[in-house]
């Protein structure tokens, strides 16, 4: 909402917009709070929930050991592996900064091609903040970090809206397979799931 252009669009595209970036960019604040928390040490791969709460990712006995949650292991531990290998370890090689951090949600939340209903002054908002935020991450790049080519750093960096996107299909899978399996009730509190690891 401290962005002039966000906050003064109608409550229903703020909505659609909302909707399609948290989903997408979840994953990605996760992983750099976990990270900067120093959650990715020793070959372990852990993510924070919540302030108490942590996961290990490449770890499925945390699964295993409930019993109900037996016949989805395999589908989860795959779940998690593609997480670490398309995300949190390109998160952590890149070392991303907190400006490249915004600059991505910025570029998910702007990115309005897919949003069905979306009023069509709101797409000419978004094109605008693309190209403005493209400009501001160029001259980040070149003034502050000293960068003279930074197109590499730059395509690693979208491609974790790629990833993004993977992973959000991924767990929509798992998603299915667990409906299917009458075991849970997906769409309950994930703090249920984590609080018994």
């Known amino acids: 909402m401290h962005c002039k ?22 994953n990605f604040e996760r992983f750099y709070t976990s990270i900067k ?18 996961i290990e990712l490449n770890k499925p006995t945390n699964i295993y050991q409930i019993k109900e949650y037996e016949k989805i292991a395999p589908s989860w531990q795959i779940y998690c592996e593609k997480m ?13 900064t907190q400006f490249e951090i915004v600059y991505l949600l910025a570029q998910i939340l702007w990115s309005t091609q897919e949003i069905k209903g979306l009023k ?5 908002i978004a094109n605008n903040m693309t190209d403005r935020i ?10 502050e970090e000293r960068l003279e080519n930074y197109s590499p750093r730059l395509i690693k960096m979208l491609k974790l809206i790629d990833g993004s996107k ?21 769409n309950a509190d994930l703090s249920e799931l984590c609080d018994r690891f």
């Open 5 to 26: 252009e966000y906050a003064e669009l109608n409550f229903e595209d703020k909505i659609l917009l909302h909707k399609n970036a948290t989903h997408l960019f979840a």
């Open 37 to 54: 928390y120093g959650c990715h040490e020793n070959d372990k791969y852990c993510m924070i929930m919540y302030e108490n709460v942590a």
């Open 84 to 96: 670490i290998k398309v995300l949190y370890k390109p998160i952590i090689e890149l070392k991303l």
């Open 120 to 124: 069509s002054s709101t797409h000419d």
């Open 134 to 143: 493209a400009t501001e991450l160029h001259n980040y790049y070149v003034n």
């Open 166 to 186: 993977l992973i959000l299909s991924e767990l929509q899978n798992l998603t299915l397979i667990i409906q299917a399996s009458n075991m849970i009730n997906f």
